[in-house]
């Protein structure tokens, strides 16, 4: 029996419970306690009724150093860093856009150079908008650009430059990122033994 | 809080190394010391952080909807009835009629239990979301922290401020006391609002996140604060509560009337029921416009997440939608004209016609409402209609129909509203003739115009039917109502009453159409809870976090309402114990008042108790006068 299946009996039951109750029971406040029953369990068989869809997840996927061969490799994932964990899509966008809050990236690879994009990532504050317009101290504009390398966003240099090769490809430019430039993953550990975590942990106290 | 995080680890650090410190000094009088704390830190290293955790049976998810959707009812109850309340006492006020002030002081005494029991579930809550939830509670916590603190001190003055408010109404009740006394009630519902828009805050964010830039701890909180969403589902929930404060106070009318056992008490719950649906559906129609500045802002912030709500997996729930807002909408209607026939005596012929026209005119417009987009077609059934749209009932599939009978219908509503109001009077000044008209163009106008606009809607593109088109139907109705409620109060300053209205002559049904009323505001707090929540499919943080859980999909609307009706039953049990708890002294003494000195005739003792205010029984002129 599918689950749809058996919430539609359990709604029956509750509307022909409160049916019995309404028929046979003459205390006030319990027939009012079937008539919601009623009225809860049609809602429940009205819902069930229509088309039953869920939403479901798409997989999550994990970026593997060691499959990433080509800078369109790269790009690849910098395009889904782009649209999830870097959060770019939340201010920017790709052409003209009515809802986007900060400026449009299409063609930037093309209008700047890989150095100048990762340092607008990682240093938004190192170039600022200055109005001359008026006498005396030019007035700052701070740039509204998170640092993408720090928390909340936090994008790990591998990700940055596979958001760059995203943006340089977009732009139809020559992807001057390459796959070498990556940092490789450092080796795991090996597990301390009880012995040695013990000592460790009276280093850490003194 | 970003600087803070690693100040606190700092000083847990130094307070593990206080205590490792100690547990070493023990451990030079015995290993076992040494080896308990060696065995600990090796359990620490092994483990990595808790992303979720999972409860059998019943699952997370489902206890955590469960406790959210009556924390969330619950506060709404506790928000929308000061509100409710505070309106009374001043109507009270202000007329001098006391029975508003008694209704005012019995929902009020209502809040003190109500408050408590919406504290707990918040409690719970939290508990459980910290529990479930750690990873995603963390980042929330690295976010907001500085408006906990200030939740935390509203609740502080707002718990202060009710009790003052409750327990200093008689101490209150004249003169100079009385305005303070509703000082009092103005201060509650202010910081009632404030304590609404800071969890607010959280909630929206999750679904419209901004992106956080460097600066203080009070810097980012107030930038994640004001994100996209968060002043629409402000002043959406504001309305919404107001609305089920009114409907609930009607329910409980209905109830009480309904097992009413003598001619007093028919005819006091017959006027609370009265008062309820009013403040109801005078909450109610406004709702459909906040509801529309929201699903615009929504739009505006993310078109996948609208296309998600509107026309993707949750299409559907707005079917539903539709169907409980008509019903509502029937409901309130139904009351009114059941008002019109039996509070007033022999004006049932005369408003049959009109009554029918409305009727017809609603079910048309609900018909519409509920027609959906696309059909769920068998391919040949789909080449038959050439598409998935019905070619002749596709056309009231799209939204620019839904909007028209949307307005339509609060239209409607409104003029029952006005010919209830105007029912049994008699225009006396000399300027009603060209005010009647002025108000009848006012309408008929206004009425072709939403329909042209929305006839309209189909021939331009999306966005100007948007931004220009369904913006002017609101906002003619909106003219409308501002024009012709003034105008029909001015004429009945000075209308005789030709009819005076009875009370207590309802018939059973009308108790009924109530408690109908309220259960379909609460299950629409319930399914629109569950849309705006699946609005962020498989997202914490909609486009920032993501949901890894095996929780992470969206269940289907069948599943979904069998929980929406579990939990509205639920609540409705909760407040039906809230009242019984609430009125159990009220009964006893209405026991003991009538063994004792109360005269016959007094109307049964209400919540609180006053002998201010639980005076002598109101005559029969003023059982009969109008409102």
Known sequence: ?206 | MMHQGPMITNQGRELVGRAAFLTGCVALLGLVGAADMALAQESVAAQAPTAYRDLPIIGSRNLVWIIAQLHLLLAGFVLGVPIFAWLCEIVGWKSGDKRYDKLAKEFTKLLTSSYATTALFGGILLFLLIGFYPKLMAYLTDIFFPSFLVYCALFLVETATLYLYWYGWDAMSEGNGKKFHIFLGLLLNVFAFFIMIVPNSWATFQASPVVLAEGTDFERAWAATWNPTWWPVNIHRLIANVVLGGYICGAYAGIRYLSAKSQEERYHYDWMGYVGNFIGVFGLLPLPFAGYWLMREIYQYNQQMGITLMGGFLSWLFILQAMLIGVLFLGSNYYFWLGITHRIPGSEAQYRKPIMAMLIILLLCLAVWMTPHSLVASLAEAQQMGGTHHPLLGVFGVMSAKMTVSNLMVLVTFMSFIMYWRAGKQDTAGWAKVAKAVMGAVLALAGIAVIILGVWGYFVPAIIRINYFSTSQVGIVIFVMLTITPLTALLLKSAKTTTEMVWGKMPPRAGYALVLNAIMVILLMTLMGYARSSSRVHWHVYGVMRDSSQYAFSPALGYAAALMALNTFLFCMLVAFIFWVATMGDKAKAAAGAKGSVEPGTIPAMAGGSQALDGPAPDTAQQNRPV
């Open chain 1, 1 to 206: 029996m599918s689950e749809v299946v058996k919430l539609q009996l359990i709604g029956l039951c509750v509307v022909g419970f409160g049916t019995i109750i309404l028929l046979f029971i003459k205390s006030q406040f319990l027939r009012v306690i079937g008539f919601v029953s009623i009225v809860l369990g049609l809602f429940a068989l009205v819902a069930l009724a229509v088309p039953q869809m869920a939403s479901l997840p798409p997989a999550e996927e994990s970026i593997n150093i060691a499959d990433i061969k080509t800078p369109t490799d790269m790009a690849t994932i910098g395009q889904k860093i782009f649209f999830s964990k870097g959060q770019c899509a939340l201010c920017h966008s790709i052409g003209p856009s009515e809802s986007a809050r900060c400026p449009d990236l299409k063609g930037i690879g093309a209008k700047l150079s890989r150095e100048f994009l990762y340092e607008s990532l990682t240093e938004p504050q190192a170039y600022l908008y200055l109005d001359f317009r008026h006498e005396g101290i030019p007035k700052e504009y701070p740039a509204r650009m998170p640092y993408i390398n720090k928390n909340p966003i936090g994008l790990s240099k591998n990700e940055i430059l596979s958001v760059i090769a995203f943006l340089q490809q977009m732009s139809g430019e020559p992807i001057s990122v390459n796959p070498s430039e990556l940092d490789l993953p450092r080796a795991t550990p090996a597990p301390v033994k009880a012995a040695d975590a013990g000592s460790l942990a009276i280093a850490q106290a003194r």
